[in-house]
């Protein structure tokens, strides 16, 4: 099992930066998929970005394409996200997400497991 606790969120101003780390605990992180989502205000979640195990596989939305990185450190259990160029439609609470499988997915109801989230506001 997987317990995924967010931190980083806050608020920015368009065209700035931000960085989300999803601190992993549990019986074991080894051979998990991690991704984040994201819940803009009476919107529905949607998918962010997705990393498998290895680093070797990553899935962006088309939305944060080129402007977010995902990240892992296995040996500290951690998955970051790197927000770059933020604009006023990224605002969200951004959940952590994890499964264990070998393939990413963007699929929500494929993870299992899920943080609490953390509240990313972009606003001058």
Known sequence: QLQLVESGGGLVQPGGSLRLSCAAS???????????????????????????????????????????????DNDKRTVDLEMNSLKFEDTAVYYCAGRFDTLPTTRGSSYQYWGQGTQVTVSS
């Open 26 to 72: 549990g019986s074991t992180f080894s051979g998990s998929v991690m991704a984040w989502f994201r819940q803009p205000p009476g919107k529905e979640r949607e998918f962010v970005a997705t990393i498998n195990y290895e680093s070797t596989i990553k899935y962006y939305s088309e939305a944060v394409q080129g402007r977010f990185t995902i990240a892992r």
